[in-house]
């Protein structure tokens, strides 16, 4: 992305704080220091991150627990972006109905399959505008499954290419494409 498209997006996202809380939720081992997440949370400093004792775990409970916990600080309707099991937890919240979200980003979200998950994500369109970023190469969710999933919530969805997982490993650190995403997806809302 060229410098002037980077602060016009930069832009977009500080005024998006005015209306919104934009929250970070982590996936598995709680995205390291050089991942996208943190990248963002470090650039950002108005953004909120979910925390938890122990992000090594993949019990879904914990996860909306912690988001839930998150929520209660926000003073605006929040913005969740997931990563990978982040994502399905943003999912299984949002299915309860009960917390103040505008809408949600899901980021190379897992086959919840994978963690035996089948029964806490929501197999039906999610109460909120949101959109499903994957990848064809993703070892955690094959694309067709993304498709599946981005059809059963209702998400649009953004096709990354051979993206890998979207994680630092894959090469994904402040990845600015990303956040060019969350802004026109923000616009939206």
Same mark, same amino acid.
């Given at each position: 992305?060229? +410098?002037?498209?980077?602060?016009?997006? +930069?832009?977009?996202?500080? +005024?998006? #704080?005015?209306?919104?809380?934009?929250?970070?939720?982590?996936? #598995?081992?709680?995205?390291?220091?050089?991942?996208?997440?943190?990248?963002?949370?470090?650039?950002?400093?108005?953004?909120?991150?979910?925390? =938890?004792?122990? /992000?090594?775990?993949?019990?879904? @409970?914990? /996860?909306?627990?912690? &988001?839930?916990?998150?929520?209660? =600080?926000?003073?605006?309707?929040?913005?969740?972006?997931? @990563?990978? #099991?982040?994502?399905?937890?943003?999912?299984?919240?949002?299915?309860?109905?009960?917390?103040?979200? $505008?809408?949600?980003? #899901?980021?190379?979200?897992? !086959?919840?399959?994978?963690?035996?998950?089948?029964? @806490?994500?929501?197999?039906?369109?999610?109460?909120?505008?949101?959109?499903?970023?994957?990848?064809?190469?993703?070892?955690?969710?094959?694309?067709?499954?993304?498709?599946?999933?981005?059809?059963?919530?209702?998400?649009?969805? &953004?096709?990354?290419?051979?993206?890998? @997982?979207?994680?630092?490993?894959?090469?994904?650190?402040?990845?600015?494409?990303?956040?060019?995403?969350?802004? !026109?997806? &923000? $616009?939206?809302?």
């Amino acid at each position: 992305m060229q +410098e002037s498209q980077t602060r016009i997006v +930069e832009q977009q996202l500080a +005024e998006a #704080l005015a209306r919104f809380e934009l929250v970070l939720v982590p996936g #598995l081992y709680d995205s390291g220091p050089e991942h996208w997440q943190s990248c963002w949370q470090r650039r950002f400093s108005g953004w909120r991150r979910v925390t =938890q004792r122990s /992000w090594n775990e993949p019990d879904i @409970h914990r /996860w909306t627990d912690a &988001i839930k916990r998150t929520l209660t =600080q926000c003073q605006r309707p929040a913005v969740l972006i997931g @990563h990978s #099991l982040g994502a399905l937890a943003t999912c299984s919240l949002l299915d309860s109905g009960t917390v103040s979200v $505008a809408g949600a980003m #899901l980021v190379a979200p897992a !086959e919840p399959a994978k963690f035996e998950l089948e029964d @806490h994500v929501p197999c039906s369109r999610l109460p909120v505008p949101s959109v499903v970023v994957a990848s064809h190469d993703d070892p955690l969710m094959r694309f067709d499954r993304a498709e599946y999933w981005a059809g059963t919530w209702g998400s649009r969805l &953004i096709d990354l290419g051979e993206a890998q @997982h979207i994680n630092a490993e894959a090469g994904f650190g402040p990845w600015p494409y990303g956040l060019s995403i969350l802004s !026109e997806f &923000i $616009a939206t809302l």
